[in-house]
């Protein structure tokens, strides 16, 4: 796949999704993943959309400006930066400073049998604890065997769980959500529902303020109005605002894929969203009033 590839594909779904949908492998079943991995071993890896840290550590890249109401798509200038760090701070800080400064929990969604882990431990300065998760048992028990070492000192795990449900997990455990390609994924199969289902998820098990960072090859025009809205269709920007768990959207293009970037809303971002409604509704109320 390439960005140009998804793009003509994006495009086409949306002038016949009203009428019949394209063809694509069954993503959203844990049974697929399951039989997909029966012949790696541990040593086996497979990179989704051929991403590794060394790679964009080493890659410039702009923001693409998202606004819900315009849909805006690809910014006419770049700005340079210098490393992935940026996108990946979890904290405020750069991705060295974060494995430097302290400890912090790691989420790897849908993990695989991705390097993307071990490099982030190895390369990159986390300290961890990095959570590798996936729904293939068959992938887990591979990893567990190839990351042994550093499972027994305690920079990384692996759970085998569901996605959609994450019951491993308490709320608010995991300070950052990392995925590579299983929202891409499920998106290409256009299940919705299972991709609200992820991304509520997430939101459950992040701390408030924490950061879920995904890639992608479609574009935010795309992809965003999906990830961003309930399965209940909303009319109104306001109805859609209090639907969104997430804040500071950011996203980032690299010379292969997209990079997402996105912070869970903290209790008092919605009291000032319950607030900003409530003087919206009034107002309204007022107009009316007047008009009388």
């Not at 086996?44 to 991403?51: A, I, L, P, R």
């Not at 729904?135 to 591979?142: A, D, G, K």
């Not at 065997?145 to 305690?154: A, F, M």
């Not at 269709?233 to 500071?248: A, D, Y």
Request: contains cysteine; hydrophobic residues 35%; proline residues 5%.
């Amino acid at each position: 796949m390439s960005l140009r590839g998804r793009y003509v594909i994006d495009r086409i779904k949306s002038v016949v999704s009203k009428h019949f949908r394209l063809p694509c492998p069954p993503y959203g079943d844990p049974a697929y993943w399951d039989k997909a991995y029966t012949s790696f071993g541990p040593h086996d890896s497979y990179e989704w959309g051929d991403v590794s840290l060394s790679d964009i550590k080493e890659y410039e890249y702009h923001p693409i400006e998202w606004d819900a109401q315009k849909s805006s798509s690809y910014p006419s200038k770049q700005s340079k930066q210098s490393t992935l760090a940026a996108s990946l701070n979890v904290a405020s800080h750069d991705l060295n400073s974060i494995g430097n400064q302290r400890q912090q929990s790691i989420l790897m969604l849908g993990c695989g049998n991705s390097k993307l882990g071990e490099e982030m431990v190895k390369e990159g300065g986390f300290k961890g604890p990095v959570i590798q998760v996936d729904v293939s048992n068959n992938v887990v028990e591979n990893m567990r065997q190839r990351c042994s070492d550093l499972v027994s000192e305690g920079s990384m795990n692996f759970v085998q769980d569901d996605a959609t449900e994450l019951s491993a997990f308490r709320d608010g455990m995991v300070d950052a959500c990392l995925d590579k390609g299983l929202l891409d994924a499920i998106f290409c199969a256009e299940d919705f529902h299972q991709l609200h289902q992820i991304q509520n998820t997430i939101s459950r098990v992040l701390r408030p303020g924490g950061w879920f960072v995904f890639f992608s090859f479609s574009r935010p025009e795309f992809l965003l109005p999906k990830l961003m809205m309930s399965d209940e269709p909303s009319s109104t920007s306001v109805r859609m605002q209090k639907q969104m768990p997430w804040k500071n959207v950011e996203v980032r293009q690299l010379p292969k894929i997209l990079l997402y970037k996105m912070q869970k809303i903290e209790d008092s971002d919605r009291v000032d969203a319950y607030a900003k409604r409530r003087q919206l509704v009034r107002s309204k109320q007022n107009t009316k009033s007047r008009r009388r």
